[in-house]
C-alpha cells in the first residue's frame, strides 16, 4: 500500500525545492568576480620641477590641485586593475592612486614615462619579471603582473609602445618609428605566443600609439600568436574630441569570453581646453569590465 505525506512532510519538501531554487540562482554569482580593468596614460606625470632635465622643455609641471583634481577622476574611474602610463614612478601615483585604496607595481626602467599597475587592495598578484625587450632603442619595458581571483588566474601586460606609426602597414615600414615599432611587435607576438602555450587567460593594454582599425597589419601579426579579442574595435574614443583609439585592451585566452558585453567606457573630463590637456592628460581613462569565473 502506497503511504500518503503527512502536511508536514509536504511543507519540509516544498520549502527543501525552494532552498534548493534560491541557490541555485545564486550559484553563477557565487563564483564569479565581476572586475573592472583600466588604461590610463597620464601624460608626463611627475613631481620633478621644470627645467628638470629628465623632462622636455614643453612639459608643464602639475600644481597641486591638478593632483587632487586627477585624484577625483581616479575615484570617478573605481577601477580594480588600471595599467599606468607616462608615470614618473610610486611617487606621482599614489598622489593619484592612494596607498591605502591601490597597491601599485612599476617596471624597474630608469626614464621617467614608466609603465606600472595599480591593483586595488584585496586583489593579490605576483609580479613578473618585466618585459625588458621592448625597451630596445631607449622605449619603456611592459610591466607583467599575475592576478589571482581564487582558483582562476589572470596575467596582465601593460605597454607603452613607440609613436609615430598609427597607421603605417608594417611590412612597408620605413621611418625609424614604424621599424622601431616592428620589433616590438615581435615582441609581443613572443609574449603572446608563450601565454597561449601556458593556457592561462590573458590581458595586454595601454598605449599602443597604433590605430588597429580595418585590415591593421599590427593587429593581424599579434592575432596569428592566439585569438585577440579587440574590446575597442567598431568604436571611435570621445576624449577630447571624436577620434580614434590608440588605447588598447586586448583580451586573450579564456579572458575573451569574460568581457562583459557593451562595457566598454571612456570617462571624458569635464573640463576642456588645451591648457587642460596638460595639467589633467591628454589621453582619457579607457575600462571594459571582466566576469570572471573560479
Known sequence: MRRRCSGFEWRLARHFVQVLTVLLCLAPAAFTDEVKIATW?????????????????????????DFDRLGQYARQLDADIV????????????RVFPQDRYSIHFTHDHVTQRVGI?????????????????????????????????????RILAVHLKKGCRDVPLQRARSLSCLELRDQVETLTEWIAARRQDGVPFVVLGDFNRWMDGADTFFAAL????PLLRATEGHASPC??????IDHILLGGAA?????????????YQESGRDWQDRLSDHCPVSVRLSIPH
Open 223 to 226: 592575432n596569428q600568436s592566439a
Open 83 to 94: 595599467a599606468l602610463e607616462e608615470v614618473d614612478g610610486f611617487p606621482p601615483a599614489s
Open 118 to 154: 595599480a591593483v586595488r587592495r584585496g586583489l593579490h598578484y605576483d609580479v613578473n619579471p618585466d618585459l625588458t625587450a621592448l625597451a630596445q632603442h631607449h622605449l619603456r619595458s611592459g610591466a607583467d603582473i599575475t592576478v589571482h581571483f581564487g582558483t582562476q588566474d589572470l
Open 240 to 245: 577630447w574630441g571624436k577620434e580614434a583609439f
Open 256 to 268: 575573451r569570453s569574460w568581457l562583459l558585453p557593451d562595457s566598454l567606457r571612456v570617462l571624458v
Open 41 to 65: 596614460n597620464l601624460n608626463w606625470l611627475t613631481l620633478r620641477p621644470a627645467g628638470d632635465p629628465g623632462l622636455p622643455a614643453d612639459v608643464v609641471p602639475r600644481a597641486p590641485s
